[in-house]
């Protein structure tokens, strides 16, 4: 489920202690910010080089690259992150809806 404010999206992802949203990227920074509980983030490169990694609690945020490969994992049960971004065209314009270019969020 996804969320709107203006042309800012939010996406809440719940975790439980444990549960891993897979390393994955996306072509723009994005703010991940968590809402409850405490998450684990892992960001590297292609080759897989950890590039940081620390541990971020409710209330806490932090800024993802993009490009960067980042890996969220739940340390405590019922933990929530929400990502928080603008949809955007396959040139990087921000629009108010998505557009249905998929490879902006691979």
């Given at each position: 489920?996804?969320?709107q404010?203006?042309?800012?999206f ?55 690259k ?14 929530e ?20 270019f ?5």
């Amino acid at each position: 489920m996804e969320y709107q404010s203006g042309n800012i999206f939010l996406r809440p992802n719940p975790l439980d202690k444990g549960d891993v949203c897979a390393g994955h990227k996306h072509n723009f920074d994005h703010t991940t910010f968590v809402t409850r509980g405490s998450v684990h983030i892992v960001t590297s490169d292609e080759a897989g080089k950890v590039l940081w990694e620390k541990t971020f609690k409710a209330g806490q945020w932090v800024l993802v690259k993009a490009e960067l490969l980042h890996e969220i994992t739940g340390l405590e049960d019922n933990s929530e992150f929400v990502c928080i971004y603008s949809h955007r065209t396959p040139q990087g314009d921000v629009v108010l809806e998505y557009n249905g270019f998929d490879d902006a969020y691979m």
